[in-house]
């Protein structure tokens, strides 16, 4: 069964750094890339970036560009997103995902609340 | 980038209704759009990709149609399950989301 899990919430204050992971099982981990999407509270769907986990490419959407890191361990199937310094407006969900045209794979989602 | 508008923004339907939200985006892109729905508190689920394929697994009152900048989902007869927000997204040039459609209830 393919899966993509996710770790848990995280509680965090402004300018505090944050890696959260992804990890897939069930498939090649290599074959398909792994997106990152951010849903603010009561808001829609956001693509922030993908990762080619065969070597490590990373693509950003401009609005995410700068704030966070996407990264990949391949030996441990897992993919990460980062931040150095968090801000209040971080405070949201967020999905690694596969396309939906390869399966359609969503984490169960990691909830970040960032509050002084 | 790609921007894809998503309409209506709020529906309102009753159990057995025929429905269809519509998703355009600024340039073609093709077939490659897929729709979700997600219901609160969970990950979005895919439906349809490749514009008019079904994901395994959903039902068949489930359909999707349209290419280039046009697109339709299609709910044949809304079930109590159904009422759930929907996005499109468009995949042919990394991601964009449509803003999304609650369907709720009449």
């Known amino acids: 069964e393919v899966q993509l899990v996710q770790s848990g919430a995280e509680v965090k204050k402004p300018g505090e750094s944050l890696r959260i992971s992804c990890e897939g099982s069930g498939y090649s981990f290599g074959t398909y890339w792994i997106n990152w999407v951010r849903q603010m509270p009561g808001k829609g769907l956001e693509w922030m970036g993908r990762i080619d986990p065969r070597d490590s490419q990373t693509t950003y959407s401009p609005s995410f560009e700068g704030h966070v890191t996407i990264s990949v361990d391949k030996s441990i199937n897992t993919a990460y997103l980062q931040w150095t310094s968090l801000k209040t407006s971080d405070t949201a969900m967020y999905y690694c995902a596969r396309g939906p045209d390869s399966g359609g794979y969503w984490g169960q989602g990691t909830l970040v609340t960032v509050s002084s | 980038d790609i921007q894809m508008t998503q309409s209506p923004s709020t529906l309102s339907a009753s159990v057995g209704d025929r429905v269809t939200i519509t998703c355009r985006a600024s340039?073609?892109?093709?077939?490659?759009l897929a729709w979700y729905q997600q219901k609160p508190g969970k990950a979005p689920k895919v439906l349809i990709y490749?514009?008019?394929i079904l994901a395994s697994g959903v039902p068949s009152r489930f359909s999707g149609s349209g290419s280039g900048t046009e697109f339709t989902l299609t709910i044949s007869s809304l079930q109590p399950g159904d009422f759930a927000t929907y996005y499109c997204q468009q995949y042919g040039n990394y991601w964009t989301f449509g803003q999304g459609t609650k369907v709720e209830i009449k």
């Open positions: 340039q073609s892109i093709s077939m490659w």
């Open positions: 490749d514009a008019s």
